[in-house]
DNA sequence: CCTCTTTGTATCAAAATTGTTTCAAAAAAT
DNA sequence: ATTTTTTGAAACAATTTTGATACAAAGAGG
């Protein structure tokens, strides 16, 4: 499970991150300012820093400072939607920035990228029984191996790397058939609902793997 | 909770835009000068400022030019009718205007659309123990999952974002329906009734969802 | 009360969307 | 080159959603 270290002084949006990203299958940690959050850093190992600019006693560039040695990636979180700071927020090492109050689902997102370029994703997925090796293209239901096609693996991958969120068909299709994106019809075929039907049946999950209807569909625990 | 800065040095209009803004479910803030407010917006980040153009001090012009690169939007609030005035106000940036005195209901309005070019719409709207998450299409009483349709959905939203104001059928449907809009008759089809009654038997909102006779319904606390 | 207008409800068929089967082309493996 | 596997198109079935119709109930105004 990936680790990440949540460092923002307001409580609630703290509490709305932690919530979520908890949600999304990582391990959360939170603290409230600079020095307290440097501590734990000396003893911990953290696969990503979500940083608040502004915060009491050591702020966000100082603590900055004190990362950017250990090489774990950083998404600066900053209230103050001027250009100056994210000019600053960039070159000082950060991955990304974030700026309050921003949507759930694009920090998600921005977590997302930020772990696949540090090559800090899991190899390991899981949800619920099944397991799913993204290394050796192994997928699990309890002990028993299930033999996916690559389209279909895929799109399983897709799915636990989202899982509890509501991923749109035009999104499905992006992520799974990119190369269909330009050609013109996509709602005159039926093939994300094809693959959706044998993911259900190879790894039963007619209950999991639920159909929003109009919209697309969602993996919910 | 969206917030909203209100520059308005008439006391009385700044505290009828406040009541209803925040009754419509947006944080408010007050100020009555454009140097407070100038040192308010040092410290606090606001999603929407409605800004006056007759000021003590500094003049909305004025502010409008410190306002420019953080990236929030305006809306003038101006007692000139003047042909200038509009012109100076929209080339200044501000990405609305509304000459005094307005109805409340056409700044809400305004507020919405501004809102919504600046992709600041929530994605999770709540109403009593009414729970909306517009991103992942999951609404929630209390913690039980109610599954709607698209059409039921889409009405409970536009429901949620206009809390406390009372919607026109023709403004419903112009909303929820507008490929009806220039069809014959709306008024010989029951279509709009029934899906605030499915709304209403689904949520239980027998009580908050109040029909207006001869006008129309609104969500009320 | 009675009438007219407006809103609420039940029923049900049409429309839209999703699920399933079959099968041939494309890709991969042998 | 041949066999096997994978993929997705086409056709069709099932399901869900939607709104028309018809009628009942409620409100307004005399």
């Known amino acids: 499970m990936l680790k990440i270290l949540i460092v923002e002084d307001e409580k609630p949006i703290s509490d709305l991150i932690v919530m979520n990203l908890t949600r999304a299958g990582y391990n959360c940690t939170a603290l409230y300012d600079g020095e307290s959050a440097a ?19 050591i702020n966000g560039y100082e603590l900055m400072e004190y990362i950017r040695p250990m090489n774990i990636p950083v998404i600066f979180i900053t209230a103050k939607a001027s250009l100056d700071d994210r000019i600053k927020g960039l070159t000082s090492g950060a991955e990304d920035y974030l700026v309050k109050p921003f949507e759930i689902v694009e920090l998600l997102a921005r977590i997302n990228i930020v772990l696949r370029r540090y090559n800090k994703t899991e190899s390991v997925l ?5 397991t799913v090796d993204t290394d050796n293209h192994i ?33 499905l299709y992006e992520l799974v058939w990119p190369e269909l994106i330009y050609s013109d019809e996509l709602s005159e075929t039926r ?19 639920k159909t929003i209807y109009n919209a697309g569909y969602r993996l919910a625990e």
Chains 1, 2 share one sequence.
């Open 126 to 130: 899981t949800f619920k029984d099944i």
């Open 191 to 209: 093939t994300l609902d094809l693959h959706i039907q044998r993911l259900r049946k190879k790894l039963a999950l007619k209950n999991d793997l």
């Open 39 to 57: 501590d734990m850093l000396e003893t911990n190992n953290f696969d990503l820093i979500l940083l608040d600019i502004m915060l009491p006693k």
């Open 139 to 171: 997928v699990k239901k309890g002990d028993t191996a299930i033999s996916l096609t690559p389209k279909e693996f895929e799109l399983l991958v897709v799915f636990i790397r989202n899982k509890n969120i509501t991923l749109f068909r035009d999104r």
